[in-house]
């Protein structure tokens, strides 16, 4: 991630930890409470620092929760969360003891004050519709595609699967619209499986949607947001026969598996217990193993002048698919984070630390090894692992080789606030992550090549079989904390689609003499020679929080790349020329299935899931300066 409060990925969110619960009959219900405040809950909140709850908070939970107590969530990660779920544990869960002096009312400024929205948000919405009949059943026989992430980072689907043409995409239609209630923004891959969409949500809510419909078959709430994609897997079971499970894991760091028909918990796992560790990007299933990448916001809580800067380090974790039980860890940085210097103050600073890994891992069977890409330093000395993509041995984890892309990019939130910020590194940047997942390409030539993807706009051609030597690399995009190319790439045979974001530089406080190139590139990956470019066309109109560019990952069939726009339009776009096919305004109000109308916003992290002739899409991305929305959108051509 790298960056935290505005950021790459890596987000957010640790809270008191709440026992997963499944649900599978009904739909999730919120508290009845009434808001105390007057704020719409789809509109970003620009000051909270007004609202009732904030004076709450310094008295009562600031002497905690910002820093002090290592154990205790950090702020930044509690803002990450639905007030109903910070409500829930001042009431009646982990908080409730330390939340006794509160009232009924100090409770719900708290959590309002902390999610940014009222309460009565979700409440006031109709809830999902659950399904009936036909529509409740799961078709056993339609087993996972083993294509996306959480299998491999190339985002494509072929033509069987995908059962869409590109001279059908121009009449792609919205078939239905799914809202995630009281939400402002919809960050989950959806994946299709089983005549079902699975997709995680703001709240911690995983559902299972009829794929025709849109209804809910079950519902199961994790401990806190679900960000990653929510992957359908398979394995045989003692008694020989098929075990169906999705995985997926939380922004407090705890990962899942859960029965893909039932939607009940076969096991939940915490992965690392750094108090801000966070999992955002979707674990990878290959073998019996699964892959958990782990990041971190720490690079937003160094913002905190009183705040001892910093101690986590990036990390993948193994885990036997079946159990859950680790198998081996493997740190981004080798050494733990030690004292460097003292402050006047007394404050020390540790270092190495960083190098988050907020991108999904590539498994290369072959060569025994996988592959990610990591984030910025967050502490002063920066070292070698930092911006780099590094190779992980499958049977043990040892770090096999290692392409540090940058060097000397250390940084976080604090660098924002003050040029001398007790915890801004010396190096000050730039903070260019590698935050979109490596992709193994195979070549006309029998050879294979590694294609990795930096938020400064360079693309990398690495040759696996030789240490990851450098065989090439391009410049699609001016890059910066937002990308430059953020979330993910797709490929289709040899052709590389790389979304740019290059957000407008008064977003992120820095300034560039390069102009923006805001769009999608088409890259060949044996020489990294361009082959098209077609820019964003701006349609912002003066709106907020709008940008043009591509910061949300990609996603191919033949002959066609999807690709959602900051400004809200989902486009399909020729995979040979670049033209444009067809294109949606997703912050359109649209009648959602529990009758209501909701809309979207930006695309943000997530791209398209395809298959059988759908298109399925979350747009909604209310954070960091972008504009919100709740919805997951079904397209399918008439």
């Known amino acids: 991630m790298a960056v935290g409060a505005l950021a790459g990925e890596a987000p957010p969110a640790s809270a008191p930890e709440t026992p997963p619960v499944s649900a599978p009959e009904t739909a999730p219900t919120s508290h009845a409470l009434k808001s105390v405040s007057e704020f719409d809950s789809r509109k970003l909140v620009t000051d909270p620092e007004k609202l009732p709850g904030a004076a709450v908070f310094q008295e009562h939970c600031a002497q905690c929760h910002q820093g002090q107590v290592p154990k205790a969530p950090q702020k930044m990660f509690l803002q990450m969360m639905s007030g109903s779920t910070i409500h829930e544990a001042l009431t009646s869960g982990l908080m409730k003891g330390q939340a006794q002096s509160l009232t009924e009312l100090q409770r719900v400024q708290v959590a309002e004050y902390l999610s940014g929205g009222p309460l009565s948000a979700a409440t006031n919405r109709p809830q999902p519709k659950m399904c009936v009949g036909p529509a409740r059943e799961f078709d056993a026989a339609e087993a996972p595609l083993r294509a996306g992430w959480g299998y491999n980072n190339s985002r494509f689907v072929d033509a069987d699967a995908a059962g869409l043409a590109p001279a059908a995409v121009p009449k792609l239609h919205l078939a239905w619209a799914f809202e995630f209630p009281g939400g402002i923004r919809a960050r ?3 994946s299709i499986a089983y005549g079902a969409v699975y997709v995680g949500s703001y709240d911690g809510t995983v559902y299972a949607l009829d794929r025709s419909q849109g209804c809910v078959r079950w519902t199961f709430k994790a401990g806190a947001e679900v960000r990653t994609a929510v992957v359908p897997y398979e394995q045989t079971g003692a008694d020989g026969k098929p075990v169906r499970r999705v995985f997926f894991g939380d922004v407090i760091a705890r990962a899942y598996s859960i029965d893909a028909l039932t939607g009940k918990l076969a096991w939940s796992v915490k992965v690392d217990d750094h108090p801000n560790a966070t999992l955002t990007a979707t674990p990878t299933f290959s073998g019996d193993t699964i892959y958990v990448p782990i990041s971190s916001l720490e690079v937003t809580t160094a913002a905190d002048a009183n705040y ?38 007394g404050k020390r600073i540790f270092a190495p630390s960083g190098a988050p890994i907020w991108n999904s891992p590539m498994v290369d069977p072959k060569r025994g090894v996988l592959y990610v890409g990591t984030g910025e330093n967050y502490s002063s000395p920066a070292n070698d692992t930092s911006d780099s993509v590094l190779a992980f041995r499958l049977s043990d984890g040892a770090l096999a080789w290692s392409y540090q892309a940058l060097a000397g990019d250390a940084w976080n939130v604090g660098c924002m606030l003050a040029v001398d910020h007790p915890n801004c590194p010396a190096e000050n940047g730039p903070d260019v992550d590698f935050g979109a997942g490596t992709v193994l390409v195979p070549l006309p030539s029998g050879h294979d090549i590694l294609i990795a993807a930096q938020k400064n706009g360079w693309l990398f051609g690495l040759d696996p079989d030789h240490g990851g030597r450098l065989l090439w690399k ?50 060949d990956a044996a020489t990294g020679r361009v082959v098209w470019t077609t820019p964003a066309t701006d349609a912002c109109a003066g709106r907020p929080f709008c940008d043009s560019g591509i910061s949300a990952a990609v996603t191919a069939i033949p002959g066609v790349v999807f690709a959602g726009h900051m400004d809200g339009r989902f486009r399909a776009y020729d995979g040979a020329t670049g033209a444009v096919l067809k294109e949606f305004d997703t912050t359109q109000e649209v009648r959602t299935t529990s009758g209501a109308t909701a809309h979207g916003g930006s695309f943000g992290g997530p791209g398209a899931a395809a298959r059988d002739g759908y298109v399925i899409v979350n747009s909604g991305y209310g954070i960091y300066f972008h504009m919100p929305g709740n919805v997951l959108l079904a397209y399918r051509a008439q």
């Open 188 to 190: 989950s891959q959806p």
């Open 308 to 345: 001892e800067c910093c101690k986590f380090r990036g990390a993948v974790q193994a885990l036997d698919a079946r159990s859950g039980a680790p198998r081996w860890k493997a740190y981004s940085i080798p050494q733990p984070p030690a004292p460097v210097r003292t402050l006047a103050s």
């Open 474 to 523: 391009t410049r699609v995009g001016r890059g910066g904390i937002q990308g430059g190319i953020h979330f993910g790439v797709a490929v289709e045979g040899t052709r590389i689609y790389a979304g740019i974001s290059d957000m407008k530089d008064e977003h992120t406080g820095r300034t560039s003499k390069d102009p923006p190139r805001p769009g999608i590139t088409a890259v």
